[in-house]
């Protein structure tokens, strides 16, 4: 494992993972504190207008199903509780640290795409609420952003494959770069203090086989982005998106055990909703 991550920064070399916003650092210590108090944590947002205004909106949006608006970053933080606020700071939070031109908004906006998604099936699994789901959907592919970030040309055609080739895409990228995306991802995920399951989730999300994979959680958590991945896939490419992304959503569907029915649902759902911009 070490020497994996060993190469995986030697790929980035000159690159600089993101640091985490103040906002997050302050709120992760207000959570851990031994009595976290809401207001503080409401007044800790609303210090970025940047920040709060893509928390409200995503509150607010398809992606949290709230059955009532929140008005207010106080509102929302006593409806969805501390820990749900935070992982939706978080998701905030990165989409914010990467440019929105080219091959930097493609990788975004399919990130946001999958995370949509994977709220969504977070209903039919029980280990995962969906704000984890979408928060772990929007960093599954940061190690690609970072790829991106170190040579936007060498890397576009790479992450095109992925949309494909789901599972020979890591062979591809390791001849290129002597790693993957998916660990880059972990570098990006461990220095954002993501939780063990996230991101062991993050580097195995290109497994041909979810039963390979022995904690519960982690595996559920694979299956999603399999499921995610297979859905944003088929919406871009329709017919073209090849037998290996069949086979890579069939593996997460025979895991989670989800219906053809609710997958349509999603898909529907998908193209019937804007919130990327």
Same mark, same amino acid.
């Given at each position: 494992?070490?020497?994996?991550?060993?190469?995986?920064?030697?790929?980035?070399?000159?690159?600089? =993972?993101?640091?985490l916003?103040? #906002? *997050?650092?302050?709120? $992760?210590?207000?959570?851990?504190?031994? +009595?976290? @108090?809401?207001?503080?944590?409401?007044?800790?947002?609303?210090?970025?207008?940047?920040?709060?205004?893509?928390?409200?909106?995503?509150?607010?949006?398809?992606?949290?199903?709230?059955?009532?608006?929140?008005?207010?970053?106080?509102?929302?933080?006593?409806?969805?509780?501390?820990?749900?606020i935070?992982?939706?700071?978080?998701?905030?939070?990165?989409?914010?640290?990467?440019?929105?031109?080219?091959?930097?908004?493609?990788?975004?906006?399919?990130?946001?795409?999958?995370?949509?998604?994977?709220?969504? =099936?977070?209903e039919?699994?029980? #280990? *995962?609420?969906?704000? $984890?789901?979408?928060?772990?959907?929007? +960093?599954? @592919?940061?190690?690609?952003?970072?790829?991106?970030?170190?040579?936007?040309?060498?890397?576009?055609?790479?992450?095109?494959?992925?949309?494909?080739l789901?599972?020979?895409?890591?062979?591809?990228?390791?001849?290129?770069?002597d790693?993957?995306?998916?660990?880059?991802?972990?570098?990006?995920?461990?220095?954002?203090?993501?939780?063990?399951?996230?991101?062991?989730?993050?580097?195995?999300?290109?497994?041909?086989?979810?039963?390979?994979?022995?904690?519960?959680?982690?595996?559920?958590?694979?299956?999603? =982005?399999?499921?995610?991945?297979?859905i *944003?896939?088929e919406?871009?490419?329709?017919?073209?998106?090849?037998?290996?992304?069949?086979?890579?959503?069939?593996?997460?569907?025979?895991?989670?055990l989800?219906?053809?029915?609710?997958?349509?649902?999603?898909?529907?759902?998908?193209?019937?909703?804007?919130?990327k911009?």
């Amino acid at each position: 494992m070490q020497d994996k991550l060993r190469k995986a920064m030697e790929a980035i070399r000159g690159i600089k =993972i993101p640091e985490l916003p103040e #906002e *997050v650092l302050l709120l $992760e210590k207000e959570l851990k504190s031994k +009595f976290a @108090n809401i207001v503080t944590v409401a007044e800790i947002i609303e210090k970025n207008t940047t920040l709060s205004g893509e928390l409200m909106r995503l509150v607010n949006s398809r992606v949290m199903n709230l059955k009532t608006p929140c008005n207010s970053i106080r509102d929302a933080v006593n409806v969805l509780g501390l820990d749900n606020i935070y992982h939706l700071v978080v998701a905030s939070a990165i989409k914010n640290l990467f440019s929105q031109k080219g091959l930097f908004k493609d990788i975004m906006d399919h990130s946001v795409d999958v995370a949509f998604c994977m709220a969504d =099936i977070s209903e039919w699994v029980a #280990e *995962v609420t969906r704000d $984890e789901a979408y928060m772990l959907g929007l +960093f599954h @592919n940061a190690g690609a952003l970072l790829l991106a970030s170190k040579n936007e040309e060498r890397y576009a055609p790479l992450f095109s494959n992925s949309m494909s080739l789901p599972i020979s895409i890591i062979a591809k990228e390791e001849k290129t770069y002597d790693t993957n995306h998916a660990m880059v991802g972990v570098l990006v995920a461990k220095k954002w203090r993501l939780p063990v399951d996230m991101i062991n989730a993050i580097m195995l999300h290109h497994n041909e086989s979810c039963s390979r994979i022995s904690n519960d959680r982690v595996r559920a958590m694979v299956a999603m =982005i399999k499921i995610a991945n297979a859905i *944003v896939s088929e919406i871009s490419l329709g017919a073209y998106r090849g037998d290996e992304m069949r086979r890579y959503e069939k593996d997460g569907v025979q895991e989670l055990l989800i219906p053809s029915e609710a997958i349509k649902e999603i898909r529907t759902a998908l193209m019937s909703y804007n919130f990327k911009d």
